[in-house]
């Protein structure tokens, strides 16, 4: 029964295939034979994957996740300096608005 190890998730596996690798060195304690022993790891791994699917297909999803809103925060960071600059033109444009109404004024004056 594999439902005990759900509970750390994808984390116990490694545990589980050293266990069976270390159970695999004490051949002399088992009755059974070796492609026994393997049929009976290879369904205990099988049981305990099919048994956490969507914590593999969670895992994926996040990671996914993570991806986006860091490139969305590059974004977010570009577009901010792109308001800056466009920001620093309207005031560089209505500067020179005031200089060609004061040299215009100058003009009319002569």
Request: aromatic content about 10%; hydrophobic content about 40%; overall charge positive.
């Amino acid at each position: 029964d594999m439902k005990p190890f759900y509970k750390w998730k994808l984390k116990v596996l490694p545990l589980i295939a050293d266990w069976f690798r270390s159970a695999r060195g004490c051949k002399g304690f088992f009755e059974e034979s070796i492609e026994t022993f393997q049929r009976r790891q290879l369904s205990a791994m099988y049981r305990f994957i099919r048994g956490v699917p969507m914590l593999v297909a969670d895992g994926f999803w996040r990671q996914q996740l993570k991806q986006v809103r860091v490139k969305k925060r590059r974004v977010e960071e570009v577009e901010k300096q792109l308001l800056e600059i466009l920001a620093k033109k309207r005031k560089l444009e209505e500067e020179e608005m005031q200089v060609l109404d004061r040299l215009s004024g100058q003009r009319a004056s002569l």
